[in-house]
């Protein structure tokens, strides 16, 4: 099982697409995914190191470095596939490796 976290700036609604649209669609792909959502403020070094990928909604800037996979989930909120599918490619790019 791979587990993602998902942010943004409240974890209440964009995360939460996030977490729907990535669990789905990997899925789709044939893959187990957990995703879990926060609130950006609230990530910290102890937290990121439970997960092996992070998707927040846009770029961040943290007092400490990520050493897990980052992939920039905010196209994915758009619906559209051409936006989206780059997204999705990336994550299962990203599972392949850790698999």
């Known amino acids: 099982m791979v587990k993602i976290l998902a942010a943004c ?12 649209a990535v ?3 990997m899925k789709n ?4 995914v957990q995703v879990d959502t926060t ?6 070094e102890d937290i990121n190191d439970k997960y092996d990928i992070f998707t927040p909604i846009s770029k961040t800037d943290f ?3 990520i050493k897990i996979p980052v992939v920039e989930a ?5 619906r ?10 990336e994550i299962e790019s990203i599972i392949k490796d850790i698999q």
């Not at 964009?14 to 729907?20: F, G, P």
């Not at 792909?29 to 187990?32: A, E, I, M, V």
């Not at 905010?74 to 758009?78: A, S, V």
Request: no cysteine; proline share 7%.
């Open 9 to 20: 700036g409240a974890g209440i609604n964009t995360s939460h697409q996030i977490k729907s």
């Open 23 to 25: 669990e789905e669609e």
């Open 29 to 32: 792909r044939g893959y187990q």
């Open 39 to 44: 609130v950006i403020k609230d990530i910290t």
């Open 63 to 65: 007092s400490f470095e």
């Open 74 to 78: 905010g196209p994915i909120l758009y």
């Open 80 to 89: 559209v596939p051409a936006m989206s599918k780059p997204v999705f490619d």
